[in-house]
């Protein structure tokens, strides 16, 4: 629409040196710079990273230091957490406590900007959980500024049949994570956001009626092109690969069940990427059995180098809020085999996928174990599958084309959002 848009980007969590969360706070934030003038707000523990990418301080960004509070709380969360990897729900409770201070310093900085219409959009990227609330929503509402939120995500219910991978990953405060929907903060914040990303259709779902008027739906992951470097697709064997850390909720073991006898047979080979408490139990269960190779962890290459090689990344979790290693694989033209549950069960259809029905623990196993002999006799859908999959992330989960859906947004919100939201999905 002519002059392009300053938006302030509030991201909390965003180093592109780093995985999940703050990966996918740099990356969108980044992304808006080339739809919008954006000045990127993070926090002062990426500020290296950030100048390591050549943003310049000041300019580009600025760092807010918020340690004085978040630090002892991450050490708290570390602590309550029981576990490296465990208690995800404890985490984002404790950051919820210590986030407002973030915020508050936040406003002392830009407040007089924001007030003056410095800022065209004040977006709040990260961060992603839908429980932590927003004092900026307000303080931007009386200054009549829009105010961006999202993409939220998280929260998804653990499946029926899986408490023991629940107690496992000491998800103790999920059972009454619904409580955060009493905060006082969520209402004001859902009230004075002018428009709301959610990145999950459960999220969307948690957002009261009241406010589904400007819920828009995009999921949070995307893809960098220049991360990815397409290969010629494989041939042979049938080659499947699981990607992720080794613990229960993933699911390696139900994996390692379902492709015992094609491993046996050596009509399949499996690569296991990853690291985590479950590796020996695993090794131990796959002993003696040819055809599968424990890399470990791996560099975010080297990684790809071996997953370009497979021809399915066979991935039973049961619990994913976003699912970012399926877009990954779809990117390298590698068919995702999933659970067809929470993240991944939205960004997989069968032209590009092949999706498992959430059951028991037994019907999962079942399901991948004749999803995959059915591929080992007769691949001749794959290359198919491989090359929609390809196109369905050009076409909606290249970081530039989500930039793209989110400038849009920014347009129906300075126009005065007189039409319905954008609708991308």
């Not at 210590?98 to 936040?106: A, G, I």
């Not at 900085?109 to 992603?128: K, N, S």
């Not at 990953?169 to 859902?190: F, I």
């Not at 198919?384 to 084309?401: E, G, I, T, Y």
């Amino acid at each position: 629409m002519g002059t392009r848009l300053k938006v302030l980007a509030i991201a909390e969590a965003a180093n592109p040196e780093w995985v999940s969360v703050p990966l996918v706070g740099w990356s969108l934030a980044s992304a808006l710079r080339e739809v919008a003038d954006v000045h990127i707000v993070t926090q002062v523990r990426n500020r290296e990273a950030f100048l390591r990418a050549g943003l310049c301080e000041g300019r580009d960004f600025t760092a807010i230091d918020s340690e004085a509070l978040s630090r002892p709380a991450w050490k708290l969360a570390e602590r309550l957490r029981m576990g490296e990897g465990k208690g995800w729900t404890m985490v984002q409770a404790i950051n919820a406590l210590s986030y407002p201070l973030f915020e508050r310093l936040v406003w002392k900085r830009f407040g007089d900007g924001i007030r003056a219409g410095d800022w065209d959009i004040v977006h709040r990227i990260t961060p992603l959980s839908p429980t932590i609330s927003s004092s900026l929503a307000g303080r931007c509402a009386g200054a009549g500024v829009p105010f961006v939120l999202g993409p939220l995500n998280g929260g998804v219910p653990w499946p029926k049949g899986f408490e023991a991978e629940r107690r496992a990953e000491k998800e103790w405060l999920s059972y009454v994570r619904g409580a955060y929907k009493l905060l006082p903060g969520r209402g004001a914040t859902l009230s004075h956001a002018s428009a709301i990303i959610v990145g999950s259709q459960h999220t969307a779902s948690e957002i009261p009626q009241t406010h589904q008027h400007k819920r828009i739906y995009i999921p949070e992951n995307g893809i960098d092109p220049a991360r990815f470097h397409r290969r010629a697709a494989p041939s042979g064997v049938l080659r499947a690969a699981f990607v992720g850390r080794m613990v229960p909720y993933k699911g390696p073991d139900m994996l390692i069940e379902a492709a015992m006898p094609l491993l046996q047979s050596g009509t399949l080979q499996l690569d296991m990427i990853g690291d985590g408490p479950m590796t020996e139990a695993l090794k131990t269960q796959a002993a003696d059995v040819p055809g599968i190779t424990f890399h470990g962890w791996k560099a975010h290459e080297e990684v790809q180098d071996i997953l370009a090689r497979c021809h399915l990344l066979s991935f039973p979790s049961i619990r994913e809020f976003g699912g970012g290693v399926v877009l990954e694989a779809m990117a390298l033209g590698v068919v995702p085999m999933i659970v067809d549950y929470a993240g991944p069960g939205e960004l997989v259809q069968p032209e590009w996928g092949i999706k498992i029905p959430c059951a028991t623990r037994p019907e999962i196993v079942q399901g991948f174990a004749k999803a995959l002999s059915d591929l080992a006799d007769d691949p001749s859908a794959l290359p198919a599958m491989a090359q929609a999959a390809r196109a369905r992330v050009d076409s909606h989960f290249l970081w530039a084309r989500k930039a793209e859906q989110i400038a849009q947004i920014y347009d129906w919100l300075r126009e005065g959002a007189p039409q319905p939201a954008p609708c991308f999905f």
